[in-house]
T-cell receptor, first 113, second 109 residues
Framework: EPEVTQTPSHQVTQMGQEVILRCVPI?????FYWYRQILGQKVEFLVS????????KSEIFDDQFSVERPDGSNFTLKIRSTKLEDSAMYFC???????????FGQGTRLTVV | GENVEQHPSTLSVQEGDSAVIKCTYS??????FPWYKQELGKRPQLIID?????GEKKDQRIAVTLNKTAKHFSLHITETQPEDSAVYFC????????FGTGTRLTIIP
């Protein structure tokens, strides 16, 4: 069964450093998302991406965040200058169309020290 | 934007009994309502969903109901088993998933 895959599974970075989280969505899906989950809390929407551009973003997704689809398969989330409060599990998700359920990757646990 | 409320935040149920989790949403334009199960340290997994043109859907031991007028929907798990223990999230979808706050379900053997 096709799956969304994410790398790395765990990333530790120093405050102020840039990180790039990588995702390979399910191949025939058209909509891509990043969500984050702070430990023990709910899953929060960051950004959605369709047709090579951002379609919606949340208040969390400020100028420090960017997304890119550099080729036909990868979908990346970059955090330019990490803060302690960016520590969370980051989930990539994809869906075949708008208004459908999304399928989640296994997540990248980002720890900012 | 859409706001999804979920209750209860924790729920303990004797094995074999039923569990019910309830959610309300704010945007009447939302038209798709999935439920996700998240085991500790793992990804949210879609377990059942319902579209706005349907009032009820069942899949073995789990069922969802939707009341569009009242803007609430519920997850029902019957004959609960220990492996049902997890955090359950409801969500409402218009153009993106907006999650509820989650319910930690514990099945007591």
């Amino acid at each position: 069964e096709p799956e969304v895959t994410q790398t790395p599974s765990h990333q530790v970075t120093q405050m102020g450093q840039e990180v790039i989280l990588r995702c390979v969505p399910i191949s025939n899906h058209l909509y891509f998302y990043w969500y984050r989950q702070i430990l023990g809390q709910k899953v929060e929407f960051l950004v959605s991406f369709y047709n090579n551009e951002i379609s919606e973003k949340s208040e969390i997704f400020d100028d420090q965040f960017s997304v890119e689809r550099p080729d036909g398969s990868n979908f990346t989330l970059k955090i330019r200058s990490t803060k302690l409060e960016d520590s969370a599990m980051y989930f990539c998700a994809s869906s075949p169309d708008r208004g459908s359920g999304a399928f989640f990757g296994q997540g990248t646990r980002l720890t900012v020290v | 934007g859409e706001n999804v409320e979920q209750h209860p935040s924790t729920l303990s149920v004797q094995e074999g009994d039923s569990a019910v989790i309830k959610c309300t949403y704010s945007d009447s334009a939302s038209n798709y309502f999935p439920w996700y199960k998240q085991e500790l340290g793992k990804r949210p997994q879609l377990i059942i969903d319902i579209r706005s043109n349907v009032g009820e859907k069942k899949d073995q031991r789990i069922a969802v109901t939707l009341n569009k007028t009242a803007k609430h929907f519920s997850l029902h798990i019957t004959e609960t088993q220990p492996e049902d223990s997890a955090v359950y999230f409801c969500a409402a979808v218009l153009e993106k998933l907006t999650f509820g706050t989650g319910t930690r379900l514990t099945i007591i053997p």
